[in-house]
Nanobody
């Protein structure tokens, strides 16, 4: 089993920056992809971006050029650097870890609020 825990959310003004962290524990050698997702009130959860075991980092169009996903040196930690934040980035942000045999583990989420 894999567990993931996010941290780093908060309140920031538009144009500001925040960095979220996600730490995975348990059977972390089985993880192939870690991802960031967000869910705004009244909307469906959407993929923000991900990082594969090979280091690929696809992003949603809405965050390209503003958000950056990276891994820590231990590869069990993933970061989401969010710059030039906009009010529409306000959401609960979730970390996920997926791997083999087929599983996806989710964190509890961390609130990001961007004020205008």
């Amino acid at each position: 089993q894999v567990q993931v825990v996010e941290s780093g959310g908060g309140l920031v003004q538009a144009g500001g920056s925040l960095r979220l962290s996600c730490v995975a524990s348990g059977s972390t050698s089985s993880i192939n992809v870690m991802g960031w997702h967000r869910q705004a009130p009244g909307k469906q959860r959407e993929l923000v971006g991900a990082i594969t075991s090979g280091g690929l980092t696809p992003y949603a169009d809405s965050v390209k050029g503003r958000f950056t996903i990276s891994r820590g040196s231990g590869k069990n930690t993933m970061f989401l650097q969010m710059n030039s934040l906009k009010p529409e980035d306000t959401a609960v942000y979730y970390c996920s870890a997926s791997g083999s045999p087929r599983f996806t583990s989710w964190g509890q989420g961390t609130q990001v609020t961007v004020s205008s």
